[in-house]
Nanobody, 123 residues
Framework: QVQLVESGGGLVQAGGSLRLSCAASGRTFSTNAMGWFRQAPGKEREFVAAIGWRYSNTYYADSVKGRFTISKDNAKNTVYLQMNSLSPVDTAIYYC????????????????WGQGTQVTVSS
């Protein structure tokens, strides 16, 4: 089992920034990659970004490229999502997830999920 705990969400004005954190514990040695997804009200959960655990290769959704940056601290078993130039369309619950393999842009590749953290961007 892998436990994931997100933090860092909140309310921010359009154009502002937030940094989300995801602390992993448990059987993290089985983790191949970590990802962030988000789900807005009335919409399906969508891929935001992912990072390979060993080589730090990164992947981003087109909608966040150039604005969001995913990174990790292996020593702390923590993954971060730096979000800049936020807009109201970024409002959603953001979930951290751990994958042992598969297509990282698909939620089905992830075995473990955090409880989510709310990000609200006001106009």
């Amino acid at each position: 089992q892998v436990q994931l705990v997100e933090s860092g969400g909140g309310l921010v004005q359009a154009g502002g920034s937030l940094r989300l954190s995801c602390a992993a514990s448990g059987r993290t040695f089985s983790t191949n990659a970590m990802g962030w997804f988000r789900q807005a009200p009335g919409k399906e959960r969508e891929f935001v970004a992912a990072i390979g655990w060993r080589y730090s290769n990164t992947y981003y959704a087109d909608s966040v490229k150039g604005r969001f940056t995913i990174s990790k601290d292996n020593a702390k078993n923590t993954v971060y999502l730096q979000m800049n130039s936020l807009s109201p369309v970024d409002t959603a619950i953001y979930y951290c997830a751990a994958s042992s393999g598969g297509s990282l842009v698909q939620a089905t590749a992830y075995n473990y999920w955090g409880q989510g953290t709310q990000v609200t961007v006001s106009s």
